[in-house]
Structure formats: structure tokens, C-alpha cells
């Protein structure tokens, strides 16, 4: 159905209903933001088993003007958005894999390579390679929160990112806005 396509707009009489035409701003955010969740979870049935959830969360989305789909959609704008839906309804795709903080402990080594694979072998700060050889190395590699969990980032496997230690240790509770690049290459590092 096109219905998740369609803008959830409220009406003159303050009532919420789905817009008649499908949003083609909408599509373009949603369809991207749906296919990187696709790379971390490939099974179709997770998506038809939320369908209700991530519908749910779209509308919220709308009510909350979390969104703001008018105007010029700039490449900034487009990307904020694709973001904000791709963290949104990651929490409801991912979330069922029960994967919490104590799981990233428990099953790390699993964790790290599922993470691996998602990120195409790159450390989520700073970008450069991750040697598959070396990820259940101690120190080499962290399980990261990328909105940290002091800043209220859940412990669920949506907020989760791989990342090389020195480049998550210089990250601390920062966002990744004010994040410093790390060499992981350079000697003092």
C-alpha cells in the first residue's frame, strides 16, 4: 500500500487523516531511509510484522512536524530528514532482534560482525577501513552508542556503530557534530 507514502497532515477541523496524494518528498526521504534499514535487516517479514509500528511512527513524525517536508527540499534538508526517519524506524526494525546493552557485551563478537558488515568495514567516526582480522582484538574496536546513552541514545542495536577505540575514546559523549577525526594511522594516536 502507498498509504505509508502519504503525508499525515491534520485538517481545518484539527482532525488527523492520510492526504490524498502520495508525498513525492516523502517517498523520496522514506524509500532511502528504508533501504539502508534493508542492509542491516534483510528479512522481508520484519517489515510486514511492524507495518502497524512503523506506520505508527511516521504519523508521530507528522504530528510532531519532526519532518517539515515543505518548502525547497535542499541535499542538507533531504539528509536530515532521511536521517531523522532512518533512526526513527530503525529502533522498530532492529528492535526486535532483543539485542540490548547486555547482549552487546554477551554477544560482542557477533555484534561487532554484523556491525562490520553494515558499515562496509568502516569505523563510523572517522570512516576509514576496519581490519576484519583484528575486531575481536581487545582495544582495537568498540561497540559505540551514536547518540550517546548520557544524552538519552538507547541501548538498542538501531543506535549502535562500530568504531576504531581511539577514534570513540576521543568522542566521548560528544555528537557526532563535534567529534574530532582521529589518524588511527599515525603513531601518537
Same mark, same amino acid.
Given at each position: 500500500?502507498?498509504?505509508?507514502? #502519504?503525508?499525515?497532515?491534520?485538517? $481545518?477541523?484539527?482532525?488527523?487523516?492520510?492526504?490524498?496524494? =502520495?508525498?513525492? *518528498?516523502?517517498?523520496? +526521504?522514506?524509500?532511502?531511509?528504508?533501504?539502508?534499514?534493508?542492509?542491516?535487516?534483510?528479512?522481508?517479514?520484519?517489515?510486514?510484522? #511492524?507495518?502497524?509500528?512503523?506506520?505508527?511512527?511516521?504519523?508521530?513524525?507528522?504530528?510532531?512536524?519532526?519532518?517539515?517536508?515543505?518548502?525547497?527540499?535542499?541535499?542538507?534538508?533531504?539528509?536530515?530528514? $532521511?536521517?531523522?526517519?532512518?533512526?526513527?524506524?530503525?529502533?522498530?526494525? +532492529?528492535?526486535?532482534?532483543?539485542?540490548?546493552?547486555?547482549?552487546?557485551? #554477551?554477544?560482542?563478537?557477533? =555484534?561487532?560482525?554484523?556491525?562490520?558488515? $553494515? @558499515?562496509?568495514?568502516?569505523?563510523?567516526?572517522?570512516?576509514?577501513?576496519?581490519?576484519?582480522?583484528?575486531?575481536?582484538? !581487545?582495544?582495537? +574496536?568498540?561497540?559505540?552508542?551514536?547518540? *550517546?546513552?548520557?544524552?538519552? !541514545?538507547?541501548?538498542?542495536? !538501531?543506535?549502535?556503530?562500530?568504531?576504531?577505540?581511539?577514534?570513540? @575514546?576521543?568522542?566521548?559523549?560528544?555528537?557526532?557534530?563535534?567529534? *574530532? =577525526?582521529?589518524? +588511527?594511522?599515525?603513531?601518537?594516536?
Amino acid at each position: 500500500s502507498d498509504g505509508a507514502f #502519504r503525508v499525515w497532515t491534520q485538517g $481545518k477541523n484539527g482532525e488527523w487523516s492520510w492526504a490524498a496524494a =502520495v508525498s513525492k *518528498p516523502l517517498w523520496d +526521504v522514506l524509500y532511502c531511509a528504508l533501504a539502508e534499514l534493508r542492509i542491516s535487516e534483510q528479512r522481508e517479514s520484519v517489515y510486514l510484522e #511492524r507495518a502497524e509500528r512503523l506506520q505508527s511512527k511516521i504519523k508521530e513524525l507528522f504530528e510532531t512536524d519532526a519532518l517539515d517536508l515543505k518548502g525547497v527540499m535542499t541535499a542538507k534538508k533531504f539528509s536530515e530528514r $532521511k536521517d531523522i526517519l532512518t533512526r526513527a524506524l530503525r529502533d522498530i526494525v +532492529v528492535s526486535g532482534t532483543g539485542t540490548t546493552s547486555r547482549q552487546f557485551q #554477551r554477544d560482542s563478537k557477533q =555484534v561487532k560482525r554484523l556491525l562490520f558488515a $553494515k @558499515q562496509n568495514g568502516k569505523c563510523d567516526i572517522c570512516g576509514t577501513a576496519i581490519e576484519e582480522a583484528r575486531l575481536d582484538e !581487545g582495544g582495537y +574496536v568498540h561497540l559505540d552508542h551514536v547518540l *550517546p546513552f548520557s544524552k538519552g !541514545g538507547s541501548s538498542e542495536m !538501531g543506535n549502535a556503530a562500530l568504531t576504531h577505540a581511539k577514534c570513540n @575514546q576521543s568522542k566521548g559523549a560528544k555528537t557526532d557534530d563535534a567529534v *574530532p =577525526v582521529v589518524d +588511527v594511522y599515525s603513531k601518537e594516536a
